[in-house]
């Protein structure tokens, strides 16, 4: 059935919810408001007020009291509103969540699901556009899922609301209003398994994100060039399913990595290293990254288009990429 | 109150328990056979006996760096606790954790960060956990004058107070954060009980050398607590005997005092107690003292049989 993003997260939420009451959630705004974007309306009229908890501006309380509730025997689903708020809870998150389990043993499971939502959204500014994977990658521990799709994220919420393991989970604002096919009933989508959102034989494309969209509008308009990429979703980020992006390697010998946070130090920096360490024999030229400019997100509508990818930064990396190789 | 001889002499072995496995601590770190750092909990381990003397089955625990060794009376293997404390792989963490992680989920234990402060919404994560299940447990949080000062013990303060969970914090005030004096670092005189009229709970400060005062003022909060009123606030006052970390030579302050303060020791204090009310004989207490200290070198003893971890072990709690 069509759904939004939107929809689909909210149905992930609300159908975990009823199978497992040990699923709780809090976070600003979630109650009676329903969450600022509105994933959860109804929640508190469903679940109650015991399962479902309004805090106030507490990020640091919010991610501590998950992994209290968790480490006790509860599913907390803790909301931090925008991705950018993450930074607020960095110590809890970094140190806490992500470690808790390594510091202190195997009994130690952390079944806690961290959601935010993220990514440019027309004007929002530096503090409330950010993409914050790449500053969590330095986490070992941790899980980041970051979905493209509607089916998409209502598979992997299911799946990371049902793991042992704490997760980041970032949800696309932009990706919030955008429909898609999404399977009928009960389904899971495996943490950890990358999609192939189009085949294709000549570049392999590895988008996040809101640039998954962007990256298959480049194909299309590559295609009429005659140049075939294969457009690969992570979907996890972290852990990384780096097999799906070999073969493809294999196939294309030449990827490029598309990511809309800065440049520097982000998830392209890190896939580019790991391809050239890993893949240096099968590449026939340097990976490319297309990503932010390296600013901070600025409010101007016109200047916040400039500084994030679109199909075109997109398809001319790849022409730019097949050039040098010829 | 007047207590039975088996209460009181519960409550010394436990203070007791605390008192050498912090000297153990010293010891081997003297010897060099512990990693990293260690602090010193010596002289303050009435706060923390007081406090779990109030314990009952189903409670959660968030102890703090000083004393590490609260988690002996909690029931945490002795043996676990020191293989962690060597960096074995016999430890509760595979030796990855370390001194500052030594816990016991079974038994309550809910873990503890080595950021201070950063874990005390584990805490109040743990009393939601209570109020969920609709039993009279309580989530007790240990945290210092320090952390007193630290933002996310406030959010965590704040969201107990206004979800009404079952909470009791614990600020065991050892005037010292590092070389920075309480008095300098907080406005108030009561860093933990001050601060509690802010997020509406009750409030109580103790002397925390004498642990028969910890547990008396403890069980009337938590009898509160238990009765469902919410969280609280136990300030316990004490002295930190020892620098911050062994080595920490604490020229920063005036070595008179400390020597004042030695003077009240809790164990010491306890001990009179027990010899002056008829309790126990000095012989008694000898034979006691000799008891728990042969239980510490067995636990050490058997902990050094446990091996290092190995490169393979770096993997095996990072995700389940």
Redesign the interface.
Known sequence: MQMTYLQAVAAALREEMQRDDKIIMFGEDIAEFGNIFGVTRGFLEEFGPKRIRNTPISETAIVGTALGAAVTGFRPVAELMYADFTMVAFTEIFHCVSKWRFMHGADYKLPMVIRCAMGSSFGAGSEHSNCVESLFMHAPGLTIISPSTPADAKGLLKSAIRSDNPILFCEHKQLYQTKGEVPEGDYTIPIGVADVKRPGKDVTVIAVGLMVRRALEAAEKLEKEGISIEVIDPRTIAPFDKETVFESIRKTHHAIIVEESNKTAGIGAELAAMLQEEMYDELDGPVGRVAALDVPMPYNITLEKHVIPDADDIAKAVRAQLARSL | MQYTADFLKKVYRDLLSIRFFEEKQVELYAAGRIPGHIHSGIGEEAGVTGVLTTRKEGD?F?ISHRPVGAGVIIGAPLETMFAEIMGRVG????G??GV??M?C??KGM??F???LG????????????IQ??ETDNV?YVFYGDGTSNR??LH??M??AA??KLPVLFVCNNNQFAISTPSSYSSAVPNPGADRAAAYGMPSKTVDATDVVAVYEAAKELVDGIRAGNGPAVLECKMYRVRGHFEGDQAKYRDAAVTEEWKKKDCVLKMEKKLVDEGVMTAEEIEALRAEVLAEMEAAIDAADKSPEPTPEDLY?????
């Open positions: 959660f968030k430890g509760n963490a595979l990855m954790g500052l992680h816990t989920r079974e809910i873990g960060s080595g950021t950063c874990d005390a919404a584990a805490a109040v994560g743990a009393g939601l956990t969920m299940n989530s933002g996310p959010e965590a704040n969201l206004i979800w095996r709690n990072l995700y389940v």
